[in-house]
Structures are given as C-alpha cells and as structure tokens.
C-alpha cells in the first residue's frame, strides 16, 4: 500500500499538468481562432454535432423540398395542403390570413409558419413535421427555398414512405379537389407568383355566345379532363391549348374567367413581357401547379413570339408597328434578352411539356395576323376560338343577364342594327348598365348604335373619296386602319387545329 501511495504522482504535479494541457488547449483555440474564420468554425461544429446526433439518434429524418428536379415538387404541395387539417395543442404557432379581398369576414387561411412543426398520428406512428426555408442563390426562381422535414422513429422509416406518405397525398388530393376558392397567380420578377382570390362573376351562362359554340367549348373541356389515361396511353402531355382571338371588348378574357370557373382550375396570368429569359421561362412556367390555366393576354404584344419570323413583313406595317420595333431595339442591347417563342413552344409541346398535368394553356391576341406562324401551326393551340363582335343571340343574352328581361318592343330594332354596326359585347354592356329601367337602357344602346352607324357610313364615303383622288393621281393621307378594318382576317368562329 505504501509502496502504491509512493508511486502516485503527488498534488502539485497533477495540478501542474493540468495548468500546462489547460494552457495548451487555450493556445491551440487560439490559434485555430485565428487561423479558420467564424463562418468556417460554425460549419464545422454543426456538422460535428449533425454527426454526433445522426449516430446515436433514434430518429429518422425525411426532406422534403419545394421543387423537385427542377420543377415543382407535388408531394410538397400535398403536404402544404394536408397539414393544416392536422393542427393540434401540440402546435405552437400558425399562420393566419386570407387573401379574399372581396370579403373581409371570410374565414382565414391556415398555413405552418417557417421553424414551425406539427405532430401527427398515424397507425401507431408518431410523425413531426417542421417547415424550414434557406435563402436562395441570387437571381434564381424562386428566391426562398423551403422544405419539410419529416421526423419518425427510424423502425417506421419504410412504414412512412410506403403507407403514410401516399395517405398524404390521397387526402391532400381530395382537399385540393373540393376547394371552393380559386386564386389567380401574377408573376413579378422580385416576388415570383403572387396569388390573390379569384372570384370573377363570369361563367358560360353569362357569356354573350351562340349556345353551339359554348357547348362546343365545354365538351371540350369536359373530354380533356376525363382523358387522362388517353393522353398517357398516345403519349401525349395532358396538356390542352386554346387560343382566343378577336377584337378588344370581344369576351376573350370572360371566357377564361368562365373556363377557371367551369373547371374550377387557378389561373396563372403571365405577362410574356416581364420574363427575363429562356432560363427564367422554364423555372417559372414549371412552379405552376397542376390542374391550372396558364393565360398569356396579348401574346402578339411580345415582340419576340409576334416578330422574329416575320421581320421582313412587318418593317412593311402600319406606323404602330414602328413603335413596337423602337422597344425590340432596345431589347437588343438590354442585359436580359427576354424569353424567346422557341422557349415558349417547347413548353407547349416540346420536351419540358411534360412536366405537369391537367394543364390549360390560353393565349388571347386581338391582333392573331401578327402571330409567329409557328405558333399557329396545326396541333400548337388546339383549339382557336374567335370571338367577334355581338350577334343577335349575344345580344338577347346580354339583355337577360343586366336588364333582367328576355322581350322587348325595342329588341328587335336593335337586332336589325346589330347586324349592319359591329359593335363588341362590352360596348353593349356598357350602355345596358345605364339604366335600371329597361326602356332607358334600350333607347342608349340605340342611340349609341345610330351614332357608330353615322361614323362607319361616314369613314365608307371618306374611303371611297379618297380612292376616288388616288385613281386621279392625287396625294391622299391615309385613313387609319382601324377605321377600315373590323374583323381579323381569319375570323372562322371555333375550330380544331
Ligand atoms: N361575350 C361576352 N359575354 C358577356 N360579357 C361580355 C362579353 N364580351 C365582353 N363582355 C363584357 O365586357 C367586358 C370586357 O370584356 P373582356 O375583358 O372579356 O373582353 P376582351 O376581349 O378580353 O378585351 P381585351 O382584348 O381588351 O382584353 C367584360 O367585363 C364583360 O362585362
């Protein structure tokens, strides 16, 4: 025993060797201190501990991201849309809002907050979820990248992906089906897509149009939807383009609306105009999710899908045309060259038209003579629908729908009117909405329609003038085109490319 005290080393030798490993571990932090950045040193120690917990920890852990191989990922969607049914005391915090701007007292939304999580049961399994987001890289879409992590107990790992993970994605489906309200997406380049409620009162019972054509455009839809098995079975996208053209004030826009609302699809309003290039059209155009309207309002406006085949002709246009092709020159020595119509067809029908499904692609032009030809080759929109000026029928419709009426002494005054001055359902709209009283409404559409008929008999004998002087070798300003021309020069009513 004496022996064993003797060979231990005394108290002051142990406090000297602990002064000297205390002094030497403070030295080498120093250094390290000095030597590797903070930034550096955070890293390392997360991963240390990210190690040190993955070893030994019970759980296991499933990321789920936002987009997925470049394009929206759909289990995330499903996840977004199933957990707030889940919400329960163990959750903390949630998001509250409602983006209804047509009604205040509706009932809010319910969202998981970032850093947030909610538990759930599932057949005797315990699942946490937490939403998390990491800035993303600069001028990428979209700036924000989330993503869930779905934590379970590591003997549950296949239990999740094969029983729990497809419960998800049923219920959240039939969530998604039942939705009563539609939102409409605008795209910016600082926030992506922005959604706002879309309730837009315009459905094919309001729609000024032969009930043939309407009818037509419902089946249509009606056998797009319900074909999803023959789009996959000819190898096809399951992908339907319509394109919607004619005169301003014509419907083309309340005919999306009526179609969204039909189908009960969001809409995704893109302005052509605001992509910055190629790149930013694929990302931007994949985020959008399925069983949705992309609408392009006046995709002639785009200088790059009406111009780039056509230049030649168009140095030939009229004096608008000249200020279009002033903002092309200026595009050309922009930093973003815009997206280009190749970038376009190639999401209509080209090798990225198969990401997403149960999509409707709507362009509407009231200019479709200035389209690229390639655009309009057969099977690019399939289905063209011309919406021209009001007939005998829109106009009975149009009466029913703001005057309440379906007979009037006047209607058939202004029936015989409408069939010799094209005049554009808005512009009846208009004067229908000037009076309750429907003698007064009636007797404004009149006297506004003799006035368009003094006007267009007026620019007939003022052509004719003219024509007169140029057979006489005389110089003549010309008239403005509008004033000659009403229709497009295709103005087939609807049919199947
Ligand atoms: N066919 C129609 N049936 C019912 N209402 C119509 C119709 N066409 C136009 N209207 C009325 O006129 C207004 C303007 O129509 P709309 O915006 O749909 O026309 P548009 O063809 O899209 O015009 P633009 O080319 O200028 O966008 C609508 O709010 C609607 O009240």
Not at 227 to 245: C, I, M, N, Q, T
Not at 292 to 313: F, G, H, T
Request: include cysteine.
């Amino acid at each position: 025993m004496a022996t064993l005290l003797r060979e231990l080393p005394s108290l002051s030798s142990i406090l000297s060797a602990y002064a000297s490993i205390s002094a030497m571990i403070m030295l080498l932090r120093t250094i390290l201190n000095e030597m590797i950045p903070t930034r550096m040193q955070d890293y390392i120690s997360t991963k240390l501990s990210e190690l040190i917990s993955h070893r030994f920890s019970p759980n296991f852990t499933y990321v789920i991201e936002e987009r997925w191989k470049a394009v929206d990922n759909e289990t995330f969607r499903a996840i977004e849309a199933y957990l707030p049914t889940k919400i329960g005391s163990s959750t903390n915090s949630l998001l509250l809002g409602s983006n209804d701007s047509h009604s205040i007292t509706s009932p809010p939304d319910i969202a998981i907050p970032i850093d947030s999580g909610v538990v759930d049961e599932f057949e005797g399994m315990q699942i946490t979820w937490k939403l998390y987001s990491k800035e993303n890289k600069k001028y990428t879409y979209p700036r924000e990248k989330r993503y869930f992590h779905l934590i379970c107990h590591k003997r549950f790992r296949e239990n999740v992906l094969q029983r729990y993970i497809p419960y998800v994605s049923k219920t959240a489906e039939d969530i998604l089906k039942k939705r009563d309200i539609l939102n409409i997406y605008t795209y910016s380049q600082d926030n992506g897509w922005d959604s706002t409620v879309f309730k837009h009162p315009s459905t094919f019972e309001t729609l000024a149009m032969d009930e043939e054509r309407k009818r037509f455009i419902m089946d249509d839809l009606d056998l797009f939807v319900n074909r999803k098995d023959f789009f996959e079975s000819v190898g096809r996208a399951w992908k339907r383009g319509y394109l919607l053209y004619g005169p301003p004030g014509t419907g083309k826009s309340s005919l999306v609306a009526a179609i969204a609302n039909y189908l009960r699809y969001n809409i995704y309003d893109l302005q052509f105009q605001s992509v910055r290039n190629d790149a930013d059209l694929r990302s931007i155009l994949t985020s959008t999710t399925n069983r949705s309207i992309l609408l392009i309002e006046d995709i002639d406006c785009s200088a790059k899908v009406s111009r780039d085949r056509n230049r030649v002709k168009d140095q030939e246009e009229d004096s608008s045309s000249d200020e279009d092709n002033a903002e092309e020159k200026g595009n050309r020595f922009s930093l973003d060259p815009g997206a280009t119509l190749s970038g376009l067809l190639n999401f209509i029908d080209g090798l990225w038209s198969s990401c997403g499904d149960e999509r409707i692609i709507i362009f509407t032009t009231n200019h479709k003579d200035r389209l690229d030809p390639a655009l309009l080759r057969p099977g690019r929109m399939d289905v063209h629908i011309h919406m021209g000026h009001c007939t005998p029928v829109g106009l009975k419709k149009l009466v029913t729908t703001y005057l309440g009426i379906k007979k009037h002494d006047l209607l058939s005054c202004i029936e015989d009117r409408i069939q010799r001055i094209p005049v554009t359902p808005a512009e009846v709209a208009q004067h229908l909405m000037k009076s309750d009283t429907p003698e007064v409404a009636l007797q404004c559409l009149i006297e506004f329609l003799d006035e368009k008929g003094l006007e267009k008999e007026q620019a007939a004998l003022l052509k004719e003038h003219q024509e007169d002087l140029v057979k006489k070798g005389k110089k003549v300003v010309p008239i403005a085109k509008q004033d000659m021309k009403h229709e497009e020069s295709d103005n087939r009513s609807i049919y199947l490319t």
